[in-house]
């Protein structure tokens, strides 16, 4: 079964811990056999035949972005081939409606993307269905480029015992409140707890500021915010 790389942060390296290389490590092996007597050994030719295929790689990555985002994608990319002579990246932009079942398609009929940009709720799904790497399992730096991200986001990634991709990019959300009009509600603060946030919520109602539909609304989105 194939099984695809996700990141939910750093493309850049992402692709280059799948591909397993660097323009260091190419040039490398390429001084090693300058230095060596003509006849090679086995070993040397192993070494050769597995540069020549890491010099002749085309890394799939599938996404969904805005357009500004996929512009700014293809910087990116430039910016990686640039630095790994060899490797190709082949990037596909999807519609986020249809992209899941694309990918499910694609991976029963054995192909799929060799990485991608997936929802977080789909990573525990792809995990438990062995269609995503063990990252870190399977990439030597993988706690060294963990270090750069917030925590946070980087849980995003886990599933039962181990992270299945990298975190690509992360906002945060917070509650703005009026306090001309908590005042006027009665009210003296935002809410800290959950009863607070559908106390609040009937007293707007009952002060006749908020229909019951818009108070449970702004109740809502207070109770997400204390939940996160």
């Known amino acids: 079964m194939k099984r695809i790389i996700v990141t939910l942060m750093i493309t850049c390296l992402t692709v280059a811990g799948f591909s397993g290389c660097s323009q260091d490590n190419i040039q490398e092996t390429s001084n090693e056999s300058a230095t060596k007597a003509p006849k090679e050994t086995k070993a040397q030719e192993t070494d050769n035949e597995e540069t020549a295929e890491?010099?002749?790689?085309?890394?799939?990555?599938?996404y969904t972005?805005?357009?500004?985002?996929?512009?700014?994608?293809k910087t990116v990319i430039a910016a990686f081939e640039e630095a790994n002579p060899g490797?190709?990246?082949?990037?596909?932009?999807?519609?986020y409606d249809d992209f899941k079942s694309a990918i499910i398609t694609s991976l029963s009929g054995g192909?799929?993307?060799?990485?991608?940009?997936?929802?977080?709720?789909?990573v525990s799904?792809?995990?438990?269905?062995?269609?995503?790497?063990?990252?870190?399992d399977e990439m030597a730096n993988f706690y060294e480029i963990t270090n750069t991200v917030f925590e946070g986001p980087l849980s995003t990634t886990y599933w039962?015992?181990?992270?299945?991709g990298h975190p690509q990019n992360t906002n945060t959300q917070g509650l703005l409140w009026n306090r001309e009009l908590?005042?006027?509600a009665g009210l003296d603060a935002?809410?800290?707890?959950?009863?607070?946030?559908?106390?609040?919520?009937?007293?707007?109602?009952?002060?006749?500021?908020?229909?019951?539909?818009?108070?449970?609304?702004?109740a809502a989105v207070e109770i997400n915010e204390l939940l996160k």
């Open 182 to 184: 908590f005042e006027a």
């Open 125 to 136: 799904q792809f995990a438990e269905d062995e269609t995503l790497l063990k990252l870190s």
């Open 65 to 73: 972005m805005s357009d500004a985002e996929a512009a700014q994608l």
């Open 190 to 218: 935002a809410p800290t707890t959950m009863d607070g946030a559908i106390k609040n919520a009937f007293q707007r109602i009952l002060n006749g500021d908020q229909t019951v539909q818009e108070a449970l609304d702004q």
């Open 87 to 95: 490797i190709t990246v082949e990037a596909t932009k999807y519609a």
């Open 111 to 122: 192909s799929g993307p060799d990485t991608a940009r997936v929802d977080i709720a789909w």
């Open 54 to 62: 890491i010099e002749d790689s085309v890394v799939t990555y599938w």
């Open 160 to 164: 039962k015992d181990g992270y299945y």
